[in-house]
């Protein structure tokens, strides 16, 4: 039982460059998320989805887009990335939205 | 205005002792509250959560929460030098149950 398995680990990228970030669960949670970690900050919502079939914007969801593949899979994808968009980025999930959030091991990306 | 609100830090203290993390929120439709403990370079994990006023206890950790005053907080005791990490506070935010994190309280337990 992985839990919440996020890749790739790190990742370096230029500006305007497109990338995605996987992530997958297999606690056959309904809902799952993408947060940003910036120093000072917390985690802050990018995109959610409450179940399979659904997605919603969050706090922070200009310049990404998100794809519920599946019920394990949700992908965050950045079509031109910015220096702003230097962070680390967390996929959670849950068995449905207001219970315990489960963590992945998050994504550290730098945007050069 | 951030919804949810935590002193950053770091709190000093001393191993074998109580350390008292508080939190408060905005949203007064907050119905759950949940503690996690982010080690340096690591993903937060859940320590408790907390739904109704009152003390609730899990091993050495306590929450308390107070709807009325808006704040929730955490105790540690016999803090071990294995607590030093940052602490986040969440809530949920609106019928929908999303979450909103405070920034997070650094901890730091000297031996």
């Known amino acids: 039982n992985a839990g919440v398995t996020q890749t790739p680990k790190f990742q370096v990228l230029k500006t305007g460059q497109s990338m995605t970030l996987q992530c997958a669960q297999d606690m056959n949670h309904n809902s799952m998320y993408w947060y940003r970690q910036d120093p000072g900050m917390g985690l802050r919502l990018i995109y959610y989805s409450a179940s399979e079939g659904t997605t919603d914007k969050g706090e922070v969801p200009n310049g990404y887009n998100v794809s519920r593949l599946n019920k394990r899979e949700f992908s965050l994808r950045l079509e031109s990335a910015a220096p702003s968009q230097t962070s680390v980025y967390f996929c959670?999930?849950?068995?449905?939205?207001?219970?315990?959030?489960?963590f992945g091991p998050g994504t550290r990306l730098l945007v050069l | 205005q951030k919804e949810v609100e935590q002193n950053s830090g770091p709190l000093s203290v001393p191993e074998g002792a109580i350390a008292s993390l508080n939190c408060t929120y905005s949203?007064?439709?907050?119905?759950?509250f949940f503690w996690y403990r982010q080690y340096s370079g690591k993903s937060p994990e859940l320590i408790m959560f907390?739904?109704?006023?009152g003390d609730k206890e899990d091993g050495r950790f306590t929450a308390q929460l107070n709807k009325a005053s808006q704040y929730v907080s955490l105790l540690i005791r016999d803090s071990q030098p294995s607590d030093s990490a940052t602490y986040l506070c969440a809530a949920t935010t609106d019928s929908w149950g999303k979450f909103q994190f405070g920034a997070g309280t650094q901890v730091v337990v000297t031996p």
């Open positions: 959670a999930s849950s068995d449905v939205i207001g219970e315990t959030q489960y």
């Open positions: 949203d007064r439709g907050s119905q759950s």
């Open positions: 907390i739904y109704s006023n």
